[in-house]
């Protein structure tokens, strides 16, 4: 009948997408469609307040129904809505004024904007897709022709050859092309060809499409030569390439671009290799400069002696030790007193040696300073510190092959000491600076004048690198314990030091002779070698005059030349050991050591036990 009030259900029985029928007397919400509970989360949306879908813009809800009611109709996109699940929608709302039996209610159609905008961009791209498909069956054909045109010269070329339109898409694949890249032109035509074969860089980065010099070569119409990248073959593997990119036109239109490239792998691998080579020659280079240097410096240093003289047992039991232990590969400790000839002894073993090929190192531990003995053992890269101007083997890598000398090795400092032990158990060193070990095949050979026993206890040096260096130990018998080979050193000494003083060899008289084995040498040989320096230059004649005091006691020579506290405790500990040696180790009662001492025997014992003394040291 005509007039009648529409009833709340033919209101959204004929309405399109989202729409609601809302009572503006009381906000509830009268009925909705599908549509409308999908987009707003919930399905029973009959009954409930649409103000709770829009919290806080209820002043600007208000506006658009004042809006409404004025006009009989409005729209605005000015109210976000909230959905039930708390997603924010940014919509466009579009009521009018409808008349119900009882009242007045809005009829609200909600839009999705990101909705609508979707449905343009779909509309966009059927367009362009209908042109595009035009264009792009144009420049096939166009491809097409040029192929058939130039089929034989092609696939003759060595060089692999391909096309792509303006879209990307290949248009021909030579046969070179599809033999380098494994991929057949069935694999590839009509295919986008930057997402099979130029799709991530070799580092396994992403490489976009629009980055790509090849797209660059069609969109801004320039040609592009590149010398390193990689195309990936069909199986996965990469290929280097070098390739030129130039972009051909149909007449004055720009329809894509040819590609030529060749594979360079085994150019670069070789390329790759030279480098290595010529980077390992360097490093060889400067290796051998540094053991150049080194062994200039090895052979300035004035030597006592360059060989191991003497006939006493204790002589030829340390000849019959290195004689054992020259040909393996055992890592050997040298200890006696300063002076007493344990670099010589470290020489023998080298000299004896299957690595009598390769440098012996010779490391004086106590003549670096601490913050430089890591740059010294382990080297440096040109910036690890102030003054690191160049990269520099430490002596750890100048002894490859070879053998490293550590004398007196309790100097280093015990956080070093750590650093050492890991170099040497793992066969491996890294210089400062670097990230990178380098290998390690080498022999040690250590020494010490210390009693590593009290070292080990006071904290001083870590007890797991006296184990590992002492697999073997060899013992250097003091001058004073050895007094039948005075004659032979001391003729050997004035020899040597007559010839570089260039003067002729005085005779030595027994007197002079008894005198020298009469002086208890703390200074062990190379006090013994200064003693007959010095006695060469002031000798006038041809007798050797030798200015010592025979017999010097330790008091008398506490009094003639000032000593350390640890010479001092050096020269308490060898006599004690002469004494107890002289009682056959007994300590109390009458011709005991403490008597011949002039102690308390508990004072004795006290003593003995300081000083870390055992049975073995005077046996």
């Known amino acids: ?73 409005a729209w605005t996109r000015r109210i976000p809505i909230t959905a039930r699940n708390g997603s924010a929608l940014e919509c466009e709302l579009n009521g009018k004024v409808v008349t119900l039996e009882r009242s007045k209610a809005l009829l609200l159609q909600i839009t999705d904007l990101a909705e609508l905008d979707a449905r343009a961009e779909a509309a966009r791209a059927a367009k362009l897709y209908g042109g595009g498909l035009r264009e792009w069956q144009r420049a096939q054909s166009f491809f097409s022709e040029l192929e058939q045109q130039n089929q034989l010269i092609l696939n003759a070329a060595g060089e692999g050859i391909y096309g792509v339109n303006a879209d990307g898409k ?30 991530h860089h070799l580092n396994g980065d992403v490489y976009p499409s629009q980055e790509c010099p090849i797209y660059q070569s069609f969109r801004f119409e320039e040609v592009n030569r590149i010398e390193d990248e990689v195309f ?47 980077e390992e020659v360097a490093a060889l280079r400067d290796k051998l400069e540094q053991e150049n240097a080194y062994l200039q410096e090895a052979i300035n240093i004035e030597r006592a002696h360059h060989d191991i003289i003497g006939r006493s047992p204790s002589i030829r039991q340390i000849l019959a030790r290195i004689e054992m232990v020259s040909r393996t590969n055992a890592n050997v400790l040298i200890s006696g007193e300063s002076g007493t000839g344990k670099a010589m002894v470290a020489s023998a073993i080298h000299a004896d040696s299957d690595r009598r090929r390769r440098p012996l190192i010779h490391f004086k531990c106590g003549s670096v300073t601490p913050d430089m003995i890591e740059s010294e053992l382990f080297g440096h890269v040109r910036g690890a510190f102030t003054a690191a101007l160049r990269d520099k083997p430490g002596k750890l890598e100048l002894a490859h092959g070879g053998t490293l000398f550590l004398d007196e090795f309790a100097e280093i400092p015990l956080e070093q000491q750590g650093m050492l032990l890991e170099a040497l158990q793992s066969g491996r060193v890294t210089r400062m600076g670097d990230t990178r070990a380098r290998e390690l095949d080498l022999r040690v050979v250590a020494s010490t004048s210390r009693n590593l026993e009290r070292e080990v206890q006071a904290g001083r040096v870590r007890q797991d690198l006296v184990f590992f260096l002492n697999i073997f130990p060899i013992q250097c018998t003091p001058l004073r314990e050895r007094v039948d080979d005075i004659p032979l050193l001391t003729a050997h000494l004035l020899r040597l030091a007559c010839k570089r003083l260039g003067i002729k060899v005085p005779v030595i008289t027994e007197g002079i002779m008894r005198d020298l084995q009469r002086y208890d040498w703390p200074g062990n040989v190379r006090e013994l070698a200064n003693v007959v320096e010095r006695a060469a230059i002031v000798s006038r004649g041809d007798k050797l005059q030798v200015d010592i005091r025979p017999a010097a006691s330790p008091a008398v020579r506490s009094v003639a030349t000032l000593m350390t506290e640890a010479d001092v405790e050096q020269i308490r500990t060898a006599n004690t050991i002469a004494c107890l040696r002289e009682t056959g180790g007994k300590v109390s009662g009458p011709g005991g050591a403490a008597e011949l001492l002039g102690m308390r025997p508990t004072t004795l014992y006290s003593r003995i036990r300081k000083l870390g003394l055992h049975a073995e040291d005077w046996n």
Do not use: C
């Not at 209101?11 to 919400?29: E, K, Q």
């Open 170 to 199: 290949t248009t021909f694949v030579n046969r070179a092309a599809q033999e380098m890249l494994g991929w057949t032109s069935d694999d590839l035509l009509g295919q986008d060809i930057h997402s099979k074969i130029h799709h």
């Open 1 to 73: 009948m005509t007039g009648a009030v529409p009833s709340v259900d033919s209101l959204v029985a004929g309405a399109f997408g989202a729409t609601l029928v809302i009572d503006l007397s009381n906000d509830r919400i009268l009925a909705a469609t599908a549509a409308a509970g999908d987009l707003l989360r919930d399905s029973r949306l009959e009954g409930t307040r649409f103000s709770e879908f829009v919290p806080g813009q209820l002043g600007q809800l208000i506006v658009f129904v004042d809006e409404v009611l004025h006009r009989g109709g």
């Open 232 to 278: 990936w073959r069909k199986d996965g593997k990469p290929i280097r390439v070098e390739y030129v990119s130039t972009p051909i036109y149909e007449g004055k239109v720009l329809a894509g671009a040819v590609v030529i490239f060749r594979d360079i792998t085994e150019r670069w691998e070789n390329e790759r290799k030279l480098r290595e080579a010529m």
